[in-house]
């Protein structure tokens, strides 16, 4: 069934991505060093009084521009690899009458562009409240198809924040308990009344969807 097939991917590529990341640090443990990792620890245990005060993660890591690029493309990639099980989970569970592509491909790109912006302004209250300056002159125009897929958009943007400040892994345990708790969700159709707006598909109508399309492809191969 769908759902059964989405736990599989997510939990494949979960391990996949782990043993990748962890074979590489193991063959050349210098990279770890620009793994935008360990800023989770730095927040928990800082006790700095000023509010004010800017947030100093991975600042040793990035002694020169050639490690600072190398740093900023791993935190955007890491990002973008992050946000991808989170499109599975969308488009395995919104019906075809609300499934929305362009939210797929925001989910995809948001993340660069926030990571981008808090590595600017992360340390600079300044450019900070210029870029807040900026954004309130350019008008958004987006009207998303259900409330319900602004959280995909807070996610996002969430894993862009995380990867901005070097704690990916708030992002990575986010994002696994985003698609599991909402895989489980749809799965036992959790909340749902007889007459009533869904915001996942059934799964009846998601095992409906799955044998109309094997029978599509079986028709294509005659």
């Known amino acids: 069934m769908v759902f059964r097939a989405l736990f599989v991917r997510l939990t494949l590529f979960y391990l996949v991505v782990t043993g990748a990341v962890m074979g590489v640090v193991a063959l050349a443990p210098s990279l770890a060093h620009f793994l935008p990792l360990g800023g989770a620890q730095t927040l928990l245990s800082q006790t700095a009084t000023d509010p004010f005060g800017g ?80 954004v309130g002159g350019v008008r958004f125009r987006n009207t998303l198809k259900s409330s319900g897929d602004a959280i995909y958009i807070l996610l996002a943007i969430g894993i862009g924040l995380a990867a901005g400040i070097g704690a990916l892994e708030i992002a990575l345990v986010m994002t696994v308990m985003f698609n599991y708790a909402f895989a489980t969700l749809w799965l036992v159709d959790y909340g749902a009344k007889d007459g009533t707006h869904r915001y996942l598909r059934s799964p009846e109508a998601a095992q409906d969807a799955e044998e109309h399309d094997q029978s599509g492809e079986g028709g294509d191969l005659d």
């Open 55 to 134: 947030v100093e993660i991975g600042a040793e890591k990035v002694g020169n521009l050639s490690s600072s690029i190398l740093w900023l493309f791993v935190a955007v990639g890491g990002a973008m690899l992050t946000t991808i099980p989170v499109t599975w989970t969308y488009m395995a569970s919104r019906s075809r009458s609300e499934y929305d592509q362009a939210l797929v491909e925001t989910m995809i790109v948001l993340p660069i562009a926030v990571t981008a912006i808090v590595v600017m302004v992360h340390n600079s209250l300044a450019l900070a409240f210029s870029l807040a300056g900026i």
